[in-house]
């Protein structure tokens, strides 16, 4: 049976999280409004314009359209920076296994990610051959939770929401696939994921067999 296999960006396939990390941080200083470790796992998933809403809101700053526009682009501009210098050894562990698996038993393979580099990444981790589709943060208007992201990798693949299984790290992320009616997937902290239908650390946890089952399970 042909099943659509949709994989979040960052944090499941590499860890983009911490540049984004450094990146806010620095603006976040810029205004006088510090920013933890603690705060930026809750940007996890969060689209850029909605994270520095928060971050101001953190701080409690208003700024005018002008500056907000502005220190998005400066932000985005510093993330460039550090992704233009990724490589393959970024890949999170037995990523490539795993899509070299669903290949060779002709699944087929999205990205429902929320950033708008999404591209760019998998092209400098050279993966991006690896999709059939790539839904990005360029291709969706609403955020995780809501399903859209990953409701449009499934149409993309043309295979129904009931036969898609996601790959999430984030709690947003995975109520976006409940929501869809697809399988859920937590790649991470099992108590920050409890809502996925199943949970592992990461993709060496993960075997054959469970693969040729999901290969041939349907959601109940
Ligand atoms: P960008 P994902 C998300 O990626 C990140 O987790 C989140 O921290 C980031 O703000 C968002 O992409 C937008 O990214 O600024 O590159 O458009 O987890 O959905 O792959
Ligand atoms: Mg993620």
Redesign the pocket.
Known sequence: MKKGFIF?????IVD??KY?FLAWQNLANSLGISFSSAQNEQ??????VR?LEKILEWGDKTISKEEFNRLMREK?EE?LDYISKMDTTEILPDVPKILDTLISKKQAIALG??????RVILEKVQLIDKFHAIVD?TNVSKA?PDPEVFLVGARQLNISPENCIVFE??VA?IQAANTANMISIGIGDANTLHQADYIFKDFTEIKEEFINNLVSARKV
């Open positions: 979040d960006l960052d944090g499941v983009t999280a984004h940007l996890k998933g969060v689209s850029r994270s985005n993330y990610s929320a950033s708008k580099n999404a943060g995780k790290d984030s992320g």
